[in-house]
Structures are given as structure tokens and as C-alpha cells.
């Protein structure tokens, strides 16, 4: 593409030749400026104008629009000129060209601020109320012909519990040999390779007590919590749950409530098994590599481990499937639009359970140190 | 059941707002028992509004929606939910339940709803998916089905507890002419053999004169015309009019701005 400029009387004249694309406006453009820039009006000669797409058509528009009157366009071929006449005439643009542009950052800073306040509370506000609903479901619902669906919870339980034995045993196992590590370096450093036994103290207590619940608890929130927004999303978005509705069922009964119900039952169960593999990781460190003898170990971690430990272990951990499920299935209704609110949704569910998770572990760690159990 | 109603459908001064945008502005109609009333519209109308409202699923800014002679806006999501049954609602897409076959579908508002045997329930849902032409498909995944098929299949559902109304969403959006005609054919003898009343709402012309016996022409949230199809037919008014012989609308083409930028030499 070339444009040439020449004077003619009052007027220059650009001519155009060769191909209008999108790698050749800005060639075309300075030469445009220029003309304009003389003061002069400028007629833009398009006879020499050989192919041209959509950013080149789009230019002529904007620059005759801009120019008011000053920039004409002459000599287009009949194919450009049909081709700039079905486009949008100049006068339609007005405003539009802006709308696209980004707003400016402290805009949106203000915006987000605002916007994250009220997502935070309507979140807290939907959650609270599935949670009542929940609890109405599984308490007095029955009683008022609202039926628990427990066949519906026992094919959950499968999916949320049995397949997910793999890796929470693989987890655990590992967790508990980086345990029996990490513990014998620091035992040593108080009084030598004799104290390696107690890493049997050691890695129980911290399995059962701590890591078992709160690592199955994250685990299942990455792999079931978002089953359940991703499902009951893609639901929302295909009309399913107002279909659930129209027949007279509601959602939380018929859906909900039987997958929160399972992550009650499955986590503790799960935390169970992840306790019994993770202390048995601890033990091939300790016996295996560390050399402590089997019935020593044994012993001790018999000593070490109260069954108040185990049990508090399994109390959070049923109360970590209560959140993992109330927050996947309150992000899943929360869905609304398309796919990509449900992509949106389940990233926000892991998160904000993972996080509700630590924060409910804590408080209950606090109570078990106050109340001394 | 409650008791037969003349007009089970009776919509009054109904308005649905979203903030500050108007969806519906007072929209009034009745349907009569036995009839098929059609509520068609360009896109963005309002109409899928309306027959959320008509089920109960949205509850209006103001006016009232009364369906087989209850006011839904009295009454709450339980009782909602034990009304829901006594009307049949087929969504767009058949919106069929993505975890269950094709026959757990149909049978679910039978098995939920009442105490019928298993037996019992499989020969009734064998009969309503052969009533839509879905013959031995029970055990079939919603996946596994064409859009037709499922939208008939969702209407076995819809059907199945013998409701008094139906209410129909874009039943023949996203089908093939052939096809589309076809299911207006299953309208027309369903609601021979059953009498059934119906509230359908779409934009497929072809469709609507098909299969209606009044129509209301819904536009910017305001019903603006109603009748039978020749009624409707022979409307004049603009908007109308161009609406029903698929006319662009008017001052889409204004050439002239462009002239002032183009030297004709």
C-alpha cells in the first residue's frame, strides 16, 4: 500500500494504491495526518484500492468521521463503497467508541471494593440460610413430609468416600513419613539418636489430632466441594434445578441435603483411615529407616495416642464435611448466566472452604485447649 | 385436584422488574379450559418472564397470576411446591435431570409425588414416553439424546402426573422444520386426546399459527395485541404487523448519513 499526496488548488489529494488490510493503515493514516495537518480539506482518492478487509473499512469510517467534513473519500470501487454502506453509518458511532475502552483504575478499585463487600455479605447470607434450611431438613423436615433421601446420600457416599481412599491414603502415608523425618532431626537435637521413639509421640498426636482431619478435609474440598458447585452450577445453567422446582421437589431436599449428608458421614470415615495409614507412615520411618524396633514403637505410640485424640480428630472432621458440603452447594446455586460463572463458582468454593476449614479448626483447637481436652 | 376452573389461567396487571429495568409492564390475559394460548414476541420480550411468573418461579413486582383459581403470590414455597404438581412446565432445552436415564426422568414426579407401586410406575411411564414417540429410550442417558428428543421427553415428564395445565418454553427453538412440525403434530393430538389447556410462549411463527387457537402478541413487556391466528393475521399496526410478516424494522437503513462523506466522482 502507497499513498501518495499531491495539491490540487485549495484541496490535496492522498491516493491510495494497493491493498487496505490491517498491516497497512497506519501507513495510510500518517499520511492522512500530514494532509490534514496542512490545513487544507482532503479528498482520499480510493481508485487504486485493491483488496481490503474489516480494520481497513473500519478505518475510513473513523477517520471521515472525525475529520467532520474536511476528509472525503472519492473514486471507491463499488464492492468498498456497498461494503462501507452496510457498516453502521459515522452518526451511529457516537458514544459507542468510548464504551469499549477500560475504566480507570481508581474507578474500578472503588467499584471492586464496593462490589466485594456486597458479594461477601450476600455470600454469608445465602450460606446461613442453606445451613437452616439443612438443619430444617434433616430435623423437622421428615416429621412434615419432607422425606431424607438416604438412598440418594448412599451413592454419594461412594463417589465422595470409597473412590477418593487412593489418594487420601497416598497423602496420609506420605504426611506421616515427612513426620517421623522432621520430628527425629529435632529429637536429636535434644539428646541424640535415643530419643528417636518418641517420634512415635510425635507423629500420632499430630496425625490424628491435626493433620489426618485437616489434610483430608482440603483434600475432599478440592475434589467433592467442587463436584458439587461444578454439578449443581451446571444445573442452575440448564434449567434443571427450576425443572427440580416445577415438580414440586425442592433442591436443597432433593440435591443438597443428601450430598451434605454424605460428607458427614465419608470425611470422619475418610479421617479414620488417613489417621490409621498416616501413623503407619510414621512408622516406616521410625522403624525402618530409623531403626527404633517394632514392639518399642509400638508400645509407645499406643501410650502416645488417647482415644480423645482420635475422637476429636473425627468431630472436626464431621464438621469440615458440613462446610465443605454447605459451601460447595450454596456456590452452586449462587450460579448464575453461563459457564463461565460456573468455572467462577467452584474456584470460589475451594478457596473460601479451605479457608473455612482452617479458621473452624483453629476455633475448635482453642476450645479443646481451654476446655482441656 | 381442584375443582375445574373455567379459566384456569387468569394473568392481571402483571409487572417484573430487575432494579430499575422494567421487564413487564402490565401484561393481561386469560386463558380459557381446552385452549391453547400462544404468547409470542421478538427476543428479549418478556415472554419466558411470564411463564416463570406462571409457575411460580418469579414472583411479580405487582399484579397477580392466578392458575387453576389459586393467586401464587399468596402462597408460600411449601404450598407452591404441593400446587406445582396439578401444572406441567416443558423448558427450553427439556432441562431432563443430566444423572438419571431417561425413564428415572419421566418417573421422578411419580416416585416423589405419590405412593404408586414400582410396577405401576413403570408401565405408566412406558405409556406417556410412548405418547411422545420414545419408545424403549427409558434406559438411554438425557446425553445420549438429539435436542427433539429430549424436549419430547421432557414433555413425558411434564406429563406424567396428568396435569390440568401446560406450559410450554420455545417448544420448537433449535429444531429442524421438519421436526418442529412434527411436535406441533404431538401438540395438536395431545390436546385432542386430553383436552389439555396450554400457555405457550415462542418466536417461531410457523409454530404459533400451527398450533394456536388465541395468541397474544407480547412486545417490550406489554401485551399489544390478542386474538385468534386471523385475527392476529390481519392486524395492521406497525409494530405488530411487521412483527407477524417478518419485517425488518424501520429505520434500520439510513443510507443518506453517508453521503456527505463519499465525493460520487
Known amino acids: 500500500m502507497t499513498a501518495e499526496t499531491s495539491i490540487q488548488g485549495p484541496d490535496r489529494i492522498v491516493r491510495l494504491r494497493g491493498d487496505l488490510l490491517r498491516g497497512h493503515i497506519a501507513a495510510v493514516e500518517r499520511a492522512v495526518d500530514e494532509a490534514l495537518l496542512s490545513g487544507a480539506d482532503v479528498l482520499l482518492d480510493a481508485r487504486g484500492v485493491g483488496r481490503f478487509d474489516s480494520a481497513g473499512a473500519e478505518f475510513l469510517v473513523r477517520r471521515l468521521k472525525a475529520a467532520e467534513g474536511r476528509l472525503l473519500l472519492r473514486n471507491a470501487r463499488p464492492e468498498l463503497r456497498a461494503f462501507l454502506e452496510a457498516l453502521p453509518p459515522p452518526e451511529m458511532f457516537k458514544g459507542e467508541m468510548t464504551s469499549f475502552l477500560k475504566p480507570a483504575v481508581a474507578d474500578l478499585l472503588v467499584d471492586t471494593a464496593t462490589e466485594v463487600v456486597e458479594r461477601i455479605t450476600d455470600k454469608v447470607r445465602r450460606f446461613v440460610i442453606l445451613f437452616l434450611q439443612f438443619v430444617y431438613f434433616v430435623t423437622i423436615g421428615p416429621f412434615l413430609g419432607h422425606r431424607v433421601r438416604l438412598d440418594r446420600s448412599a451413592g454419594e457416599i461412594v463417589a465422595v468416600g470409597i473412590d477418593a481412599l487412593p489418594i487420601v491414603s497416598l497423602v496420609a502415608v506420605l504426611m506421616g513419613l515427612i513426620l517421623g523425618f522432621q520430628s527425629a532431626s529435632q529429637l536429636e537435637k535434644f539428646g541424640g539418636e535415643g530419643l528417636y521413639i518418641f517420634s512415635a509421640n510425635l507423629v500420632g498426636v499430630a496425625i490424628t489430632r491435626e493433620i489426618g482431619p485437616i489434610l483430608t478435609a482440603i483434600l475432599i474440598a478440592g475434589r467433592s466441594g467442587s463436584a458439587i458447585t461444578a454439578e449443581i452450577g451446571t444445573m442452575a445453567v440448564t434449567e434443571e434445578l427450576d425443572a427440580l422446582r416445577v415438580m414440586g421437589l425442592n433442591p436443597v431436599s432433593f440435591l443438597v441435603v443428601p450430598k451434605i449428608l454424605s460428607l458427614v458421614v465419608a470425611l470422619p470415615c475418610l479421617v479414620m483411615f488417613a489417621d490409621l495409614v498416616g501413623v503407619g507412615g510414621g512408622f516406616i520411618t521410625g522403624c525402618l529407616v530409623l531403626g527404633v524396633p517394632f514392639s518399642e514403637y509400638w508400645g509407645q505410640t499406643q501410650e502416645a495416642i488417647h482415644l480423645s485424640d482420635v475422637f476429636t480428630g473425627l468431630a472436626k472432621a464431621a464438621v469440615f464435611g458440613l462446610l465443605i458440603g454447605l459451601t460447595g452447594a450454596a456456590h452452586g446455586m449462587m450460579v448464575r448466566g453461563g459457564s463461565t460463572d460456573v468455572g467462577l463458582k467452584t474456584t470460589s468454593a475451594v478457596v473460601v472452604s479451605i479457608a473455612l476449614v482452617i479458621c473452624f479448626d483453629l476455633i475448635f483447637t482453642m476450645l479443646f485447649f481451654l476446655g482441656d481436652v | ?265
Not at chain 2, 406417556?128 to 421427553?153: C, D, F, I, N, Y
Not at chain 2, 410450554?168 to 412440525?181: C, H, N, Q, R
Not at chain 2, 407477524?244 to 456527505?260: E, F, H, L
Request: aromatic share 6%; charged share 25%.
Open chain 2, 1 to 265: 385436584m381442584s375443582a375445574e376452573v373455567a379459566e384456569p389461567v387468569v394473568v392481571k396487571d402483571l409487572c417484573v422488574s430487575y432494579g430499575e429495568r422494567a421487564i413487564l409492564r402490565g401484561v393481561d390475559f386469560k386463558v380459557k379450559k381446552g385452549e391453547i394460548y400462544v404468547l409470542m414476541g421478538p427476543s428479549g420480550c418478556g415472554k419466558t418472564t411470564v411463564l416463570r411468573c406462571l409457575v411460580g418461579l418469579l414472583r411479580p413486582s405487582s399484579g397477580t397470576v392466578t392458575v387453576l383459581g389459586r393467586e401464587l403470590s399468596s402462597l408460600d414455597e411449601d404450598q407452591l411446591d404441593s400446587f406445582r404438581p396439578q401444572v406441567g412446565m416443558l423448558f427450553q432445552f427439556g432441562a431432563l435431570l443430566n444423572s438419571m436415564s431417561v425413564g428415572d426422568n419421566v418417573a421422578l414426579p411419580l416416585r416423589e409425588r405419590t405412593g404408586l407401586d414400582p410396577a405401576t410406575v413403570h408401565a405408566i411411564v412406558k405409556l406417556k414416553l410412548s405418547m411422545v414417540g420414545l419408545e424403549g429410550t427409558h434406559r438411554r442417558m438425557p446425553a445420549e439424546l438429539s435436542g427433539g428428543m429430549r424436549k419430547r421427553a421432557g414433555l413425558a415428564r411434564a406429563m406424567v402426573l396428568d396435569p390440568q395445565v401446560y406450559f410450554f418454553d420455545e417448544p420448537t427453538s433449535g429444531l429442524d422444520p421438519v421436526t418442529a412440525a412434527e411436535f406441533d403434530q404431538l401438540v395438536l393430538t395431545l390436546k385432542r386426546a386430553l383436552g389439555m389447556t396450554a400457555v405457550v410462549v415462542t418466536h417461531d411463527l410457523d409454530s404459533a399459527f400451527r398450533i394456536a387457537d388465541r395468541m397474544g402478541v407480547l412486545i417490550n413487556g406489554r401485551l399489544v395485541a390478542e386474538g385468534t391466528p386471523e385475527e392476529i393475521r390481519s392486524v395492521k399496526e406497525g409494530r405488530i404487523h411487521s412483527f407477524v410478516n417478518r419485517t425488518p424494522r424501520a429505520g434500520q437503513d439510513d443510507r443518506d448519513v453517508w453521503a456527505r462523506f463519499f465525493v460520487y466522482a
